[in-house]
């Protein structure tokens, strides 16, 4: 079971907005904002999407958004497009045990 | 442009030790600032953290496996290693390295992943 609890799957049309919830106990996130989201093609490599809540590194779309709110991180995929079809995997640095933690990951589909 | 590339044995057999190497390319592991990190994900399952070596040697590992875990930077071939001891079933899964450049969950870089087996 992990420290960080997603949904197993969301689902939208193209053009939709879809946001996968991540949600910890106060230990996961700490008081601090290291919260990531990583996109996962079966085969290749994982991508950072967003870095410290809400940063979008240099090259992605800024379809992709994060934000946080007490125990809960979020990540918005803004006009739903067919190649956002992945698994979405939030993370935490934790400062208690200085170890990173990963959610159970969300299968987004465009239907 | 940094690039990672996973390589080891694919089967290995439950209680032995399960060793993969991760070589840099396109940039050097004693660059500071980076920590050089592996991590994992069971088949069908989400990705667990591992661990991660710092460019100065110092090492950071998940609690849960630290007893069994290794992670060394090998200086002179820019590769870092990790050992993972009296492995079982559970330890099947796909191993990726991955960069992260500041220490908090920042593993903007990745290798493709290596399979590994544990069964005899």
């Known amino acids: 079971q992990s420290a960080l609890a997603q949904p197993a799957s969301v689902s939208g049309s193209p053009g939709q907005s879809i946001t996968i919830s991540c949600t910890g106990a106060s230990s996961a996130f700490g008081v601090h904002n290291y919260v990531s989201w990583y996109q996962l093609y079966p085969g290749k490599a994982p991508k950072l999407l967003i870095y410290e809540v809400s940063n979008r590194p240099s090259g992605v779309s800024h379809r992709f958004s994060g934000s946080k709110s007490g125990n809960t991180a979020s990540l918005t995929i803004s006009g739903l497009q067919a190649e956002d079809e992945a698994d979405y995997y939030c993370s935490s640095y934790t400062s208690r045990t200085m170890s990173v933690v990963f959610g159970g990951g969300t299968k987004v589909t465009v239907i | 442009q940094v690039q990672l590339q996973e390589s080891g044995p694919g089967l290995v057999k439950p209680s032995q030790t399960l060793s993969l190497t991760c070589t840099v390319s396109g940039g050097s592991i004693h660059s500071g600032g980076h920590y050089w990190s592996w991590i994992r994900q069971h088949p069908g399952k989400g990705l667990e953290w591992i661990g991660c070596?710092?460019?100065?040697?110092?090492?950071y590992y998940n609690p849960s496996l630290k007893s069994r875990i290794t992670i060394s930077g090998e200086t002179s071939q820019n590769q870092f290693s990790l050992q993972l001891s009296s492995v079982t079933a559970a330890d099947t899964a796909v191993y990726y390295c991955?960069?992260?450049?500041?220490?908090?969950?920042?593993?903007?870089?990745w290798g493709k992943g290596t399979t590994v087996t544990v069964s005899s």
């Open positions: 070596i710092y460019f100065s040697g110092n090492t």
């Open positions: 991955a960069r992260d450049s500041n220490g908090y969950n920042f593993l903007d870089v």
